[in-house]
């Protein structure tokens, strides 16, 4: 009778155990569903969009990380207005014989030469200023492709990349599109294009680091500020893009300029007038998650150029996060979240504090997780925690709500149930 007895328990506790686990998962569904649905709870919707567990990684990885090989120096045009385009083109075409003449590896240009300048000459000083350079990567979209002046397109030394990113503005930015949506072709995006051009067997590398079509974004680099390499008054930072003002490239420091970018991968960009970190000055900005405090401000500082470039320095200096197989990765989770239930029931069954002793035990297992997460993330292989964790205290939640509802089941249609408390 007491083997009978044991296994009746036994099934019963499993049957608890396995009722627990999806009704929190029904709960998390319910969840998603309201904020989703109901327009009244759109800003929750997207304030966790915006807020991701990764994003506290990024501080983890200024204790962690060193230094290393930075051969890309961008070349700050400013900002641009509609009225100055011809006299823009002009100048831009004396900067680039100029910069092109100190042999730099490769030549970019994330602007999109999309509008007519109604200044033909500015034009053609542009395009004979492009067409000299060697390795050259002009900026373009998908959306703009068909608008782009048509004089450009004779250049037939440049190599077009897509400077589109993913989301708008007011989006964090934590990937970056890297294949095509059939998840077959390389995209030629402009990070990628000038990686190839470094580099024309890279290919291997990349291709093997991207998941879903995407590459994770691992931001190392300073959001918003820069080191000004003509200035001798600034000093230097490693986790800093080098920059030099356009106004400041001219033949007076020709010798400087070229120890500055012989060989070098060089970006024209506009960063807006004055330094980046000016935040009205909101030309091609974005959120990207290591300027922590301007996601809450929803503040977009951190310059387009600089995501594409960060990209780069990930490319060039194989610099990727290996992500846990999502298949293995939910399996695994799900077992800990088993585990969890299992401990959880049997410290309701065996004693009446059952809060004071499982609330400080799910957060001690939440800090063991994120702290196994770290030591991974320092591997290079990322596991976000913050859905498991969420979970493990929401759990605590749904066994109290569970209970009463097994005894009642109990005493109604004779179910058994694990739990006694209120027998």
């Given at each position: ?73 961008i070349v700050n045009t400013g900002s641009i207005q509609a009225e100055a385009i011809g006299s823009f083109r002009s100048e831009l ?331």
């Amino acid at each position: 009778m007491k083997q009978l007895k044991s296994k009746g328990n036994n099934k019963a506790f499993f049957k608890d155990l396995i009722a627990i686990v999806l009704m929190l998962k029904i709960v998390l569904l319910l969840f998603a569903f309201v904020i989703h649905f109901f327009e009244s709870l759109n800003p929750i919707e997207k304030a966790l969009e915006e807020i991701e567990f990764a994003d506290l990684y990024y501080k983890q990885e200024e204790r962690t990380r060193v230094p290393e090989e930075n051969n890309i120096v961008i070349v700050n045009t400013g900002s641009i207005q509609a009225e100055a385009i011809g006299s823009f083109r002009s100048e831009l075409a004396q900067c680039i014989s100029l910069v092109n003449s100190c042999n730099p590896s490769v030549l970019a240009c994330d602007i999109i030469f999309d509008k007519d300048s109604n200044n033909p000459i500015a034009d053609q000083e542009l395009i004979a200023s492009l067409t000299n350079c060697d390795n050259l990567v002009l900026g373009s979209s998908k959306e703009a492709e068909s608008e782009i002046h048509a004089p450009l397109l004779n250049i037939e030394n440049a190599n077009y990349a897509n400077l589109a990113l993913i989301g708008d503005s007011l989006e964090v930015i934590r990937a970056y599109q890297l294949k095509k949506s059939d998840g077959k072709e390389i995209e030629n995006t402009f990070a990628y294009a000038i990686a190839k051009k470094v580099n024309p067997s890279i290919n291997e590398n990349v291709l093997s680091s991207i998941h879903d079509n995407v590459l994770d974004i691992v931001y190392q680099y300073h959001s918003y500020k820069y080191n000004n390499l003509l200035d001798t008054l600034t000093e230097s930072h490693p986790w800093e893009f080098n920059v030099i003002e356009a106004n400041q490239i001219d033949s007076s420091n020709y010798d400087r300029l070229q120890e500055l970018l012989k060989d070098k991968i060089v970006i024209f960009a506009h960063l807006g007038s004055g330094e980046a970190s000016n935040l009205y000055d909101i030309e091609d900005r974005h959120l990207s998650p290591h300027g922590n405090e301007d996601i809450f401000h929803r503040a977009p500082v951190t310059p387009g150029v600089f995501i594409h470039a960060e990209v780069l320095q990930m490319i060039l200096n194989n610099r990727f996060l290996d992500s846990v197989n999502s298949i293995w990765l939910s399996i695994i989770e799900n077992l800990l979240l088993i585990l969890v239930a299992f401990a959880y029931i049997k410290i309701a069954n065996g004693s009446n504090w059952f809060k004071p002793i499982v609330v400080p035990l799910a957060f001690a297992l939440s800090f063991l997780f994120i702290f196994i997460s770290l030591k991974l993330r320092d591997n290079h292989t990322m596991w976000n925690v913050g859905f498991l964790n969420l979970q493990l205290i929401l759990m605590i939640e749904v066994l109290e709500f569970y209970e009463p509802i097994a005894l009642w089941m109990k005493r109604k249609w004779k179910i058994n149930t694990t739990f006694s408390h209120h027998d």
